[in-house]
T-cell receptor, first 117, second 111 residues
Framework: GAVVSQHPSRVICKSGTSVKIECRSL??????MFWYRQFPKQSLMLMAT?????????EQGVEKDKFLINHASLTLSTLTVTSAHPEDSSFYIC?????????????FGPGTRLTVT | SQQGEEDPQALSIQEGENATMNCSYK?????LQWYRQNSGRGLVHLIL?????REKHSGRLRVTLDTSKKSSSLLITASRAADTASYFC???????????FGKGTTLSVSS
């Protein structure tokens, strides 16, 4: 099956610094990638949808200047949390969709645990 | 915003028992999916049921869909300790691109 990886799996950073999380589709070309955030004991909340070569579409309430998303190639999307604060501590999960990009063809990465101290 | 609401929020059962989780959603759908998430891990796709299907089976999993009630259920038969996880239903957003997840049911199976 299709494999999506994320790097790093865990990261701890100091308040005010920026952190970059990578999401890669390893064996297929992902025309669309999605970023989700999950707080402890809660569900996944969609943050943004990114299509290769174009600007990401952010969900309401998600600051695009704080969560920078780049989808420069068909196998890589990055999420940069800028000027991170403790409240940004969360589990970030990406998913990738290939081909027609229908929502039922999404493959999820293993997630990145971000802790901001 | 979240589309689905699962109940119960938490479920504790013994090995060998069946576990039933329910999901309700708000808008019309093309399909509904169920996922499993082990603690601190990514999501595992379990099953997809299309809007024109009423029931679907996969191993010990049985999913039903009632579009008139906008609800779905996931039944895990003969549960095992390894089934301990959180289970989420998901439907497509209005654009039909991304998935919107329900709040999830945390299942705990004790041996």
């Amino acid at each position: 099956g299709a494999v999506v990886s994320q790097h790093p799996s865990r990261v701890i950073c100091k308040s005010g610094t920026s952190v970059k999380i990578e999401c890669r589709s390893l064996d297929f070309q992902a025309t669309t990638m999605f970023w989700y955030r999950q707080f402890p004991k809660q569900s996944l909340m969609l943050m943004a949808t990114s299509n290769e070569g174009s600007k990401a579409t952010y969900e309401q309430g998600v600051e695009k200047d704080k969560f920078l998303i780049n989808h420069a190639s068909l196998t890589l999307s990055t999420l940069t949390v800028t000027s991170a604060h403790p409240e940004d501590s969360s589990f970030y999960i990406c998913s990738a969709s290939g081909g027609a990009g229908g929502s039922y063809e999404q493959y999820f990465g293993p997630g990145t645990r971000l802790t901001v101290t | 915003s979240q589309q689905g609401e699962e109940d119960p929020q938490a479920l504790s059962i013994q090995e060998g028992e069946n576990a039933t989780m329910n999901c309700s959603y708000k808008t019309s759908i093309n399909n509904l999916q169920w996922y499993r998430q082990n603690s601190g891990r990514g999501l595992v796709h379990l099953i997809l049921i299309r809007s024109n299907e009423r029931e679907k089976h996969s191993g010990r999993l049985r999913v039903t869909l009632d579009t008139s009630k906008k609800s779905s259920s996931l039944l895990i038969t003969a549960s095992r300790a390894a089934d301990t996880a959180s289970y989420f239903c998901a439907t497509a957003n209005q654009a039909g691109t991304a998935l919107i997840f329900g709040k999830g049911t945390t299942l705990s199976v004790s041996s």
